[in-house]
């Protein structure tokens, strides 16, 4: 029988066999270890994901809650206030006006904003003409021969005018003696009674008292004072079509002067003056209508952060000066 060994001499295959254990071994503890700290790092890496997307989510609620509340407190509602009646020299507009709001059950509140279409106040205070009483002058004349119209109707248009900016058979446009610019100084013979024939109807003379004494008997029937608009619908330059514009105001930002603030990205407004009364106008024109709806009063709710306890400067604190009129 062979010899038994109790040691296997070195370099034998006994200690080869051990030494290639230990080297897979190594190998395969250096794997784990790898694998470990891989995984740890994917762990770390996917709760840092987790915590900003949290973060980013509970910013992002915080800008949408607010802009949510900025909104709400931004919509604005349009009521027509219907069944007003045919107006006359003498009536009273606010009189009309706060007994057709009762009748809708609608309660006026002081921060609400009175829109009223120029022509019921301007007939309740007996601005219409009939151009048969009306005795042409030769300024007058000379403006109808150019234009091919009615030479009273040119003397109207003379008297309510500061200035004639341009005369054209289509139209004449004027800066009104108010400082507004507008087609044939405002003067308009739609839904005028006998408009068809000779009649017409001119501005209130001065539109922001107009709107302030109506503000006042407001307050004296209803215990409040809305601020009150009065609207024409006037031409753009270099724009087809008409929009409601404010004339005469009280109680209501004109403009609204942004200039200072910053925009979404930091940005300094340099050149932003919103035009509130003329916007607030023009809404509620887009209600009252045009035609024969026969709605020339409505209420607009929702802007009472431009509404104020005084009756303010009125409708010219929107005109531009005429030193900075870029077509003169």
């Given at each position: 029988m062979p010899p038994r060994h109790t040691s296997d001499p070195p370099g034998g295959k006994v200690a080869f066999a051990r030494r290639i254990g230990h080297a897979w071994m190594e190998i395969a503890a250096r794997k784990a270890g790898h694998a470990k700290s891989r995984t740890l790092k994917?762990?770390?890496?996917?709760?840092?994901?987790t915590s900003q997307l949290s973060g980013s989510k509970t910013h992002m609620d915080d800008v949408n809650a607010k802009t949510t509340a900025r909104r709400s407190a931004r919509t604005l509602s349009v009521l027509p206030l219907e069944g007003l009646p045919m107006f006359a020299a003498g009536m009273s507009v606010a009189g009309e006006v706060a007994a057709a709001a009762r009748r809708q059950g609608i309660e006026l509140a002081a921060d609400d904003v009175v829109v009223l279409a120029q022509k019921i106040v301007?007939?309740?205070?007996?601005r219409a003409v009939q151009l048969r009483d009306v005795v042409a002058g030769e300024?007058?004349?000379?403006?109808a021969d150019q234009t091919a119209r009615p030479a009273p109707l040119m003397q109207l248009l003379l008297d309510e005018s500061e200035t004639l900016v341009?005369?054209?058979?289509?139209?004449?446009?004027?800066?009104?003696r108010t400082g507004h610019?507008?087609?044939n100084a405002g003067i308009d013979a739609s839904n005028v009674e006998g408009g068809a024939e000779d009649?017409?109807?001119?501005w209130p003379v001065d539109p922001d008292a107009s709107a302030r004494a109506m503000r006042a008997e407001l307050k004296v029937l209803t215990g409040v004072a809305p601020a009150v608009v009065i609207a024409d619908s006037l031409g753009r330059a270099w724009r087809m079509g008409t929009i409601g514009?404010?004339?005469g105001v009280a109680g209501l930002t004109v403009i609204d002067d942004r200039r200072g603030e910053t925009d979404l990205f930091g940005r300094t407004l340099q050149a932003t003056l919103v035009a509130v009364a003329d916007s607030l106008?023009?809404?509620?024109?887009?209600v009252m209508g045009e035609g024969a709806e026969g709605v020339p009063a409505a209420i607009v709710r929702g802007a009472e952060r431009f509404v104020s306890e005084a009756d303010g400067p009125g409708a010219v604190a929107g005109l531009r000066p005429l030193n900075e009129d870029l077509f003169q």
């Open positions: 994917l762990a770390e890496r996917a709760v840092r994901s301007s007939k309740a205070e007996g300024a007058a004349r000379g403006l341009r005369t054209t058979p289509m139209v004449v446009i004027t800066r009104h610019v507008a087609a009649a017409v109807l001119l514009t404010a004339i106008a023009a809404a509620a024109v887009l």
